[in-house]
Structures are given as C-alpha cells and as structure tokens.
C-alpha cells in the first residue's frame, strides 16, 4: 500500500518561508490519474485542502493560501509545498494525502473541500509560525 511520509516543519516567524516535503512509497505505481495534495489543520480548525496537482502538472490552491505558497512534485514523485510569507494563522499540522481521480474531482476546489475523498495520506507535520 501506498505510504506518504511528510518532513520540512518546524517553527519560523513571520514572514519566514518553509519547504514541506512528502515521500511517496512505490511512486512509480501511480497513474496519471493521481491527485496529490496538501491539507492543513490548525488548533479548533477544520481540516483545510490547501494545493492540489495532477499528473499532468495542474494545480489549485485555496484562497488562503494563493501567491504564497507553490505546490510542486518532482518526477519521484516526492511532493512538495513551498510556502512564503507565513503568518502565524498558518499555524496547523500539514498533512499530504493523494488519490486516484478518475472523475477529475479531486483535483478542484470540490476535492479541497472533501477531503475524506482522499484515502491515503501521510501522518502530518507541525508548523508553527510566530509574531
């Protein structure tokens, strides 16, 4: 089965930058088919679907998040989250998840928004962001 280690968190302080990192077990099992993502969750938050990218390369990110954070994969398929300009309310743990999406749903603002859509996924990284 499909294993997703995330590495890269830690503590900054606002404005800093951090690269999260997610290692993707058997990544030359995955189809062209595949979403990769990133959700966050912070303290008494909902979990959050932050960036999406397919297979091909297309992504999708969340209000919250656009122009700050880069979500990118690598041909290892080791997924990756840039993110700059952090404040602290983006403090959470990030989790990295990926799924097949024959539909071409969970690679959109729907598959964000439902993230018990995704079933695999990684156990989740603190970052915290200080004033």
């Known amino acids: ?27 030359d099992q995955l189809l062209s088919t595949t ?13 959050e679907g932050i960036a999406t990218i397919n297979m091909q390369g297309n992504s999708t990110y969340a209000d919250s998040v656009r122009g700050r954070f880069t979500i990118s994969r690598d041909a290892e398929n080791t997924l990756y989250l840039q993110m700059n300009s952090l404040t602290p309310e983006d ?5 990295c998840a990926l799924d097949e999406d024959y539909l071409n749903a969970l690679c959109s603002n729907y598959g964000r928004s439902h993230f018990q859509l995704f079933h695999y996924w990684g156990h989740g990284i603190q970052v915290t962001v200080s004033a």
């Open 91 to 95: 403090t959470a743990e990030y989790y």
């Open 35 to 47: 979403c990769l993502a990133w959700f966050r969750q912070g303290p008494g938050k909902k979990r």
């Open 1 to 27: 089965e499909v294993q997703l280690v995330e590495s890269g968190g830690g503590s900054v302080q606002a404005g800093g930058s951090l690269r999260l990192s997610c290692v993707v077990s058997d990544h």
